[in-house]
């Protein structure tokens, strides 16, 4: 909330009319101390979530031991006897296939893992996308689909396509107390490169600020605005995950801290409406403010020189003042409002409906949805289509751009 601060009145020796102090118009504590934090919890390794229903992609991260040559015989034994109550389809550069009981020992080593992985996980509807360890330290990416009629399908590639792409926008890097590395500020730049320029606007003065861990140690990043300012933090969280998932499709894996910084990204698309309106707040309270001053020190001079006339021209400004008062009040509320569901947050639930988020974590409210949808639609959009193709469509349709510039 705001307030306005009001001084009591001056006792000028004069007849009529008494102009009033003015008191500078401030931000209330409370309002500065306000910041919009939005921000991505990444769940703890082995940690449980609400079951949802219908599809929905998993974020939580699995530790998966690393599998070798040795372990095809009982991989395949326990494939064989999972086969006989779910159906498996597998997708090996792009060409799905149903397999049979025949086909079971033919098939690739880290999707036997994957499959008999399903097996003991219970997540109907779920999308996950995991690293399986092999030799010499490599990870493999795979896509493990599990569907409500318990069938599994199983995404891998034979070999993974470059990921490099001219970024359309080149993040600021801000050290906070802790320092960009440049492994990470590569995959800072990657994420970035997913953004075309009418995304990668929003972000012109929004700087990437690294620290080692929010409050809530789950938060791998969050975007903060106080007022007319705002940052995106990203904690040492987002990157610990890098080594257990990744995000986007087997052939073309990016790291899952990408999908991390894209979701406060989100965040800071559906916040710019209220971020604009703040400045113009802003610019409009040290407006005001300069005009009290300039009023405040005529009205001291009226005060000494006992002048009438001075006098009857301030109690017209002191009028003139209380006007702007009125509404930089009203532009305060419009501020608050649209921080707390602004055009672009509107459109995209007009456009959804109650279609459920793409995630757990998007489910607990309309901001996460929309920043868990835009994240995927950025770094996974087979992902999202399948999740929430309502969303799907809607961002392809360029459906956030429209409602921002609607603001």
């Given at each position: 909330?705001y307030?306005?601060?009001?001084?009591?009145?001056a006792s000028?020796?004069?007849?009529?009319?008494?102009?009033t102090?003015?008191?500078?118009?401030r931000?209330?504590?409370q309002?500065?101390?306000s910041?919009?934090?939005?921000?991505?919890?990444?769940?703890l390794?082995?940690c449980?979530a609400?079951?949802?229903?219908?599809p929905?992609?998993?974020?939580q991260?699995?530790q998966v031991?690393?599998?070798?040559?040795?372990?095809?015989k009982?991989?395949?034994?326990?494939?064989?006897?999972?086969l006989?109550?779910?159906?498996?389809?597998v997708?090996?550069?792009g060409?799905?296939k149903i397999?049979r009981?025949?086909?079971?020992a033919r098939?690739?080593?880290v999707?036997?893992k994957?499959?008999v992985?399903?097996?003991?996980?219970?997540?109907?509807g779920?999308?996950?996308?995991?690293?399986?360890?092999?030799?010499h330290?490599k990870?493999v990416?795979?896509t493990?689909?599990?569907?409500?009629?318990?069938?599994v399908t199983?995404?891998?590639a034979?070999?993974t396509?470059?990921?490099?792409?001219?970024?359309a926008y080149?993040?600021?890097?801000?050290?906070?107390?802790?320092q960009w590395?440049?492994a990470h500020r590569?995959t800072?730049?990657l994420?970035?490169?997913?953004l075309?320029?009418?995304?990668?606007?929003?972000?012109s003065?929004i700087p990437?600020?690294?620290?080692?861990?929010?409050?809530?140690?789950?938060k791998?990043?969050?975007y903060?605005?106080?007022?007319c300012?705002?940052?995106?933090?990203?904690y040492?969280r987002?990157?610990?995950m890098?080594k257990l998932?990744?995000v986007?499709?087997?052939?073309?894996?990016?790291?899952?801290?990408?999908r991390?910084?894209?979701?406060?990204?989100?965040?800071?698309i559906?916040?710019?409406?209220?971020?604009?309106a703040?400045c113009?707040?802003?610019?409009?309270?040290q407006?005001?403010?300069?005009?009290?001053?300039?009023y405040?020190?005529?009205l001291?001079?009226?005060?000494q020189?006992?002048?009438r006339?001075?006098?009857?021209?301030?109690?017209?400004?002191?009028?003139?003042?209380?006007?702007?008062?009125?509404?930089?009040?009203?532009?305060?509320?419009?501020?608050?409002?649209l921080?707390?569901r602004g055009?672009?947050?509107?459109?995209?639930?007009?456009a959804?409906?109650?279609s459920?988020?793409?995630t757990v974590y998007?489910?607990?409210?309309?901001?996460?949805?929309?920043a868990?949808a835009?994240?995927?639609?950025?770094?996974?959009r087979?992902?999202?289509?399948?999740?929430?193709?309502?969303?799907?469509?809607?961002?392809?349709?360029?459906?956030?751009?429209?409602?921002?510039d609607?603001q």
């Open positions: 909330m307030r306005v601060f009001v001084a009591a009145r000028l020796y004069l007849r009529g009319p008494i102009p102090d003015q008191a500078q118009f931000w209330s504590r309002a500065k101390n910041f919009f934090s939005a921000s991505l919890t990444l769940i390794v082995g449980g609400s079951q949802p229903e219908g929905y992609y998993e974020t991260a699995f031991d690393p599998v070798s040559s040795k372990d095809r009982k991989l395949v034994q326990a494939a064989t006897k999972i006989k109550s779910r159906p498996l389809v997708g090996l550069d060409r799905q397999i009981q025949a086909h079971i098939l690739p080593l999707v036997l994957a499959y992985l399903a097996g003991k996980i219970h997540k109907p779920a999308e996950i996308d995991i690293l399986i360890p092999v030799s330290g990870k990416p795979v493990l689909i599990t569907k409500t009629d318990g069938s199983i995404l891998a034979t070999k396509r470059s990921r490099a792409r001219q970024a080149i993040p600021r890097f801000r050290n906070g107390d802790a590395s440049s590569k800072l730049r994420a970035m490169s997913l075309p320029k009418t995304d990668a606007a929003f972000l003065d990437l600020s690294r620290y080692k861990t929010a409050r809530d140690k789950r791998g990043a969050v903060l605005q106080k007022g300012t705002a940052e995106i933090r990203v040492n987002a990157f610990d890098d998932q990744f986007g499709a087997p052939n073309r894996p990016y790291p899952a801290s990408m991390t910084v894209l979701h406060e990204v989100g965040h800071a559906h916040s710019q409406p209220s971020r604009m703040a113009q707040l802003q610019t409009q309270e407006k005001l403010n300069t005009r009290i001053k300039r405040n020190r005529r001291a001079v009226a005060r020189r006992n002048d006339r001075l006098a009857e021209q301030l109690e017209t400004e002191s009028r003139a003042i209380g006007r702007a008062r009125k509404k930089l009040k009203s532009l305060a509320k419009a501020v608050e409002s921080m707390d055009p672009v947050l509107k459109a995209y639930q007009a959804t409906g109650s459920p988020a793409p998007g489910r607990s409210s309309l901001k996460e949805s929309f868990e835009f994240a995927l639609f950025r770094s996974d087979a992902a999202l289509k399948r999740a929430m193709p309502k969303a799907y469509e809607w961002f392809a349709r360029g459906g956030h751009l429209k409602a921002a609607r």
